[in-house]
């Protein structure tokens, strides 16, 4: 099965930061690849997929890169509104599908 | 719009079974699979597996195979899971969520604990 790992776990950051996560995939998995967001005590909701595209009613801070192995979500300006714990998620071989282990972003 | 409707918190003892349920709206329920998700408190989401609603066919990560089971009724656009012999370790919340190659609408979760 694809593994992949997501760094860091967990960031400290200011409102107006950027702030970069990245995922690796153990093997390659084109673009296959969406990133969601989760606040406490609710569902996963989507940002991105397939690597780069945004969500339709997301932000444009909010932004997706790579292929193949690596990958990358950035948020260009952190609002407070986007503290919270993200997953990338990959799906080139599903079933199954393969989650990150999460970044939980929060505040310095 | 789409929505994938769960069914409320459940509490059982150690060895017992658990269904819950996905009431999806919104859409062709047979045009997508339905997969589980599961987290407990304070960890990451992991894939239990996935059902296809027009055909029934599933399948399971390795972890619950045997202990699993991923149903639909097409008549009521209702997925289930059911897990068997519960241990403290299954405490979490269960999600089930619509796939059409990635995940992109997610039920609001159901909460299930496991105590003695």
């Known amino acids: 099965d694809i593994q992949m790992t997501q760094s860091p776990s967990s960031l400290s950051a200011s409102v107006g930061d950027r702030v970069t996560i990245t995922c690796r995939a153990s093997?390659?998995?084109?673009?296959?690849l969406g990133w969601y967001q989760q606040k406490p005590g609710k569902a996963p909701k989507r940002l991105i997929y397939?690597?780069?595209s945004l969500q339709s009613g997301v932000p444009s801070r909010f932004s997706g890169s790579g292929s193949g192995t690596e990958f990358t979500l950035t948020i260009s300006s952190l609002q407070p509104e986007d503290f919270a714990t993200y997953y990338c998620l990959q799906h080139n071989n599903y079933p199954p599908l393969t989650f990150g282990g999460g970044t939980k972003v929060e505040i310095k | 719009q789409v929505q994938l409707v769960q069914s409320g918190a459940e509490v059982k003892k150690p060895g017992a079974s658990v269904k819950v349920s996905c009431k999806a709206s919104?859409?062709?329920?047979?045009?997508?699979?339905i997969n589980w998700v599961r987290q407990a408190t304070g960890q990451g989401l992991e894939w239990m597996g996935w059902?296809?609603?027009?055909?029934?066919?599933?399948g399971y990560a390795q972890k619950f195979q045997g202990r699993v089971a991923m149903t639909g009724n097409t008549s009521i656009s209702t997925a289930y899971m059911e897990l068997s012999s519960l241990k403290s370790e299954d405490t979490a919340v269960y999600y089930c969520?619509?796939?059409?190659?990635?995940?992109?609408?997610w039920g609001q979760g159901t909460l299930v604990t496991v105590s003695s």
């Open positions: 397939a690597a780069s």
């Open positions: 059902m296809n609603p027009n055909s029934g066919n599933t």
């Open positions: 919104g859409y062709a329920f047979t045009s997508y699979d």
């Open positions: 969520a619509r796939v059409l190659g990635a995940i992109d609408y």
């Open positions: 093997q390659g998995i084109r673009n296959d």
